[in-house]
């Protein structure tokens, strides 16, 4: 996520599936008859932007019709789940030789153990701790790497040695997994309030519930460790409706309306049932920073746990398929098509994904700014990216002579770049060209940039050369990648009346709001 360290954190999501760019005629017949189509015939709301013209470039891409049957794409359409289900969120992680303490001072702690007797069940081997625990990782007998969940393979086993609060001290052995499988890991959590002290293994009743304390920070469900190659990565486990309010409490700024919530909420929802269900070898299905969405872990603020509750189980779909629901801070006035903004996945190619032209959110700080370059330093921040990136052409490049958009989404918004470069006769009269996307320009400038730089804060950019003075100029609109739905445009359509219903089908056009599973307390994973 792009943030301004004044300002509350609002994200750009950086995950990872690309769709053609809808017309504003396909756009209104999407959302035709629904009451965000109503409202966008409402003076005083936000305009509907023309496409730039009727000659706009073709941006390629995969073709998918916004009437294919709803088994057309099976590559990417999964079916919501019907219980509520655990996210595995990375909190963070430290090198595999530093301590990790866990809870606060005389905070109970219950650690699940792992065993390497395949007799005895997950949960029965627990520890009942008083914080602060203090667990480091050790290098087994012979001097072995320790730990293999970076790598795929069985790997070593894992020790873990642990001091805690009350001066016990001791160790457990991590069980290598399986050919192929990482190894078991670490559990931490909170024991049931009715088991006080009495915890003896092997009780059924050792629920790993929350919060713990971590890192200044209270982690509702429980913590676990996975010991990676280099690092230990610290994981909470959340059931979703505990997830939820601690992102939008991080997501969103206290005080907006209620309608902005509730459409965060369904939209943060869909992002990470997406997650879940696409879930890889990868020991977490999420970040909780600005590559997933931000976290705040356990909150009390009231508007967040108020739209959690009323949103509960509510999830995108379309043709049946959960949509991974991407949003950003400020989109500058025209959305981006998911495929360009965030990458090739089919899921990203559908219609609801295709981009918008809702001019809604003129009232954020970031929807127009100014950023310059002298070209000597532009020269060098692609060059460093294209290298960084193993982009051979962009890391060669000569001097820069011109940079101008090369293409446009069907909204008008710039998708591509060329570049210009070399000595004068070097490719000809006109000098070597180079296509850029915006998403890869907006990456190099951003890469390396100096404290007296201005920001890039996204890929929207009108750039304007002058040679004669050596200067590049962006005159940029928003903040974030601009695919699906703008939070300052959902804030500025909530003023208005919109209720959370209107402004996803505005952002999302033909997309439904499911309820996939009624709130109740998740099984442990």
Do not use: K
């Amino acid at each position: 996520m792009d943030h301004d360290p004044g300002l509350p954190l609002l994200p750009t999501i950086d995950r990872r599936p690309r769709g053609p760019g809808l017309s504003r005629r396909a756009l209104l017949r999407l959302i035709a008859g629904t009451p965000a189509a109503m409202l966008l015939a409402t003076p005083g709301c936000c305009r509907l932007l023309e496409p730039e013209g009727e000659g706009d470039p073709d941006i390629g891409g995969e073709d998918v019709a916004a009437d294919a049957p709803a088994d057309s794409e099976p590559r990417w359409r999964r079916p919501p789940p019907t219980d509520e289900p655990l996210v595995r969120i990375r909190v963070g992680s430290s090198p595999a030789a530093s301590p990790i303490r866990i809870g606060d001072a005389g905070e109970p702690v219950l650690v699940d153990r792992p065993t390497a007797d395949p007799r005895v069940p997950p949960g029965s081997e627990t520890t009942l701790l008083r914080g602060p625990v203090e667990i480091r990782r050790a290098e087994p007998a012979g001097g072995a790497a320790a730990g293999s969940a970076d790598r795929s393979g069985g790997g070593t086993a894992t020790v873990w040695t642990f001091r805690d609060g009350a001066g016990r001290r001791g160790q457990w052995v991590e069980p290598a997994g399986a050919a192929g499988e990482p190894p078991s890991p670490l559990e931490l959590g909170r024991p049931r309030p009715d088991l006080g002290d009495a915890v003896v293994g092997g009780s059924p009743a050792s629920e790993l519930l929350g919060p713990l304390t971590w890192n200044g920070i209270a982690w509702p469900g429980r913590l676990r460790l996975v010991a990676g190659e280099t690092r230990t990565h610290v994981l909470a486990v959340v059931p979703m409706e505990a997830y939820i309010p601690g992102v939008l409490a991080r997501e969103i700024f206290p005080g907006w309306r209620d309608a902005t919530f509730a459409a965060q909420a369904i939209a943060a929802r869909s992002f990470a049932t997406f997650e879940v269900l696409a879930r890889s070898r990868r020991p977490w299905d999420v970040e909780a920073d600005q590559r997933s969405q931000m976290f705040a872990g356990r909150t009390t603020l009231a508007q967040a746990l108020a739209a959690g509750a009323s949103t509960a189980g509510q999830v995108l779909t379309y043709g049946g398929g959960v949509l991974p629901a991407y949003y950003s801070s400020t989109c500058g006035g025209i959305g981006m098509p998911a495929r360009l903004a965030i990458g090739p996945a089919p899921v990203n190619g559908l219609p609801p994904m295709a981009g918008h032209a809702l001019d809604c959110c003129r009232d954020a700080p970031r929807f127009r700014w100014i950023a310059t370059r002298t070209l000597g330093r532009l020269r060098t921040q692609l060059r460093a990216w294209g290298a960084e990136a193993r982009m051979t052409e962009l890391a060669e490049i000569g001097p820069v002579r011109e940079l101008a958009v090369a293409t446009r989404t069907a909204h008008g918004r710039p998708a591509s770049y060329e570049l210009i470069h070399g000595d004068e006769g070097d490719g000809g009269a006109g000098g070597r060209r180079l296509r850029l996307d915006g998403p890869v320009l907006r990456r190099a400038l951003q890469s390396g940039r100096r404290d007296d730089e201005a920001p890039v804060w996204s890929g929207f950019l009108e750039p304007v050369v002058d040679r004669r003075a050596g200067r590049l100029t962006l005159a940029g609109r928003g903040w974030g990648h601009g695919a699906g739905m703008c939070q300052y445009g959902a804030q500025g359509l909530a003023q208005r009346g919109w209720t959370a219903t209107a402004i996803l089908e505005a952002y999302f056009p033909g997309a439904l709001i499911t309820r996939a599973w009624s709130a109740r307390p998740a099984a442990t994973a």
